[in-house]
């Protein structure tokens, strides 16, 4: 990451009363200690609790905190949708705003960028049910075999992207094929990728609403659409030089 370059973290928030302050807030301290330009783009998507007054009132505080409200739930794959198109600045920092991240990783992410423009994190341990490990595992491997994802925690919501790469990329997916969807066309732009672990902490307020039947046989239904849509992509040329470009520094 060039020096003076900025960071826009996405925090999707549905129904996370009891964990998005403290979550901008601890982001809020490592974002000063990186010195960078830099914002939060609060994404409620359609909460039922008191989400999105609060963060409103985030936003009321810290000029550098926007929010965006969805009126009605739309689903994570959204909501990472208007927060990627809602980012200014050069990178775009993923971050769930349930507490289950430490943003204090975020600086590691940000050293890796100085060889990758896609530093996607894996959960070694994860603070989830067994049955939620599973399928994470199973779900990592039919992508990397499907879609050429090749990573090993698709889903693992803590990632750092160059933002030139997510501005030129239609994003067609919901729900869970988003990150696979976005990772696959990555990869076939050329985006030079690094990998680091990150620690997965225990839910401490809120619910989790991936890993539910329902959900994984709505994403198992969406899997032949979404393999042939990143096979018809074609990226630009632009972006096989950008990588060929950053391989020789």
Known sequence: MREG???SAILPAFNEEGSLAGTVAALRVVFKGLNRPHEIVIVDDGSRDGTGDLAD????????????????????????????????????????????????????????????????????????????TLYAKMWARMMSVLLGVGVRDVDCAFKLMRRS?????????????????????????????????????????GKSTGGTLRVLLRAFLELGRLWLNVRRFKPGNEFAKTAKARSRE
């Open 5 to 7: 370059e900025g960071i």
């Open 57 to 132: 009132r985030l936003a009321r505080e810290d000029s550098a905190v926007r929010v965006i409200h969805h009126p009605r739930n739309l689903g994570d794959g959204a909501a990472l949708k208007s927060g990627f198109a809602a980012a200014r600045l050069d990178w775009v920092f993923l971050m769930d705003a349930d507490g289950q991240f430490d943003p204090a990783e975020l600086p590691a992410f940000v050293r890796a960028a100085d060889r990758a423009d896609f530093v996607v994190g894996y959960r070694p341990s994860r603070a989830d049910a067994v049955h939620r």
């Open 165 to 205: 790469y997510l501005a030129r990329m239609p994003l067609e997916a919901g729900g869970a094929f988003l990150s696979a969807e976005m990772l696959a066309k990555a990869r076939r732009m050329g985006a030079p990728f690094a990998e680091l672990p990150v620690r997965h902490l225990p839910r401490l307020a």
